[in-house]
């Protein structure tokens, strides 16, 4: 009887963290939102591997990120992706994201996932979730520090900057 009662109650938990963290990707649809986070994968039952860590802040499909030494602003239709330490900059026109590349399609998404999507934990400003890809390979997104703040506009996702000539600037937009 115990051991049923402990089931039951893992059971519960479980479905208890599922349901909080669902509520939280609702609620960051809803909001503009910030949050630190770590991407990494497993292929072949094999441990996870970071890909990439960062910040980001998030409002409909509009972003801005930093990660891996590049700071990427997307306006949803324009993305500037800027390397300050090489002082490069590349615009291209936003074509075919997934949300490996754009963090807003995941938060806007996710329920396009939702039989293969496994929330290992969360709480108020956390979530750790595990996806599973169509090939068998998990993707693990770890988010934390999240912040829910009111819709300011996107204004502040704004790619249409300038640089100076000592900056080599590609523009691969038609």
Do not use: C
């Not at 115990?2 to 939280?24: D, H, T």
């Amino acid at each position: 009887m115990k051991r049923a009662v402990a089931v039951i109650f893992s059971m519960l938990v479980a479905f208890g963290m599922y349901a909080q963290g669902l509520k939280l990707l609702d609620k960051a649809g809803e909001h503009r939102t910030s949050f630190n986070y770590t991407y990494s994968l497993s292929r072949d039952g094999g441990a996870f591997k970071d890909v990439t860590s960062g910040k980001v802040t998030v409002e409909d499909n509009a972003y801005y990120m930093e990660g891996l030494g590049l700071e990427v602003t997307s306006d949803g239709t324009t993305r500037l992706s800027v390397d300050r330490k090489a002082m490069e900059a590349v615009f291209e026109k936003v074509e075919k994201d997934d949300m490996f590349t754009n963090p807003a399609l995941f938060i806007s998404s996710w329920k396009n996932y939702r039989d293969r999507l496994h929330v290992n934990s969360s709480s108020a400003d956390s979530l750790d979730v595990t996806l599973v890809l169509d090939d068998d390979t998990k993707a693990r997104f770890v988010l934390t520090d999240v912040v829910f703040s009111p819709k300011k506009g996107l204004g502040d996702f704004n790619v249409d900057k300038t640089f100076g000539e000592q900056w080599l600037v590609t523009d691969l937009r038609p």
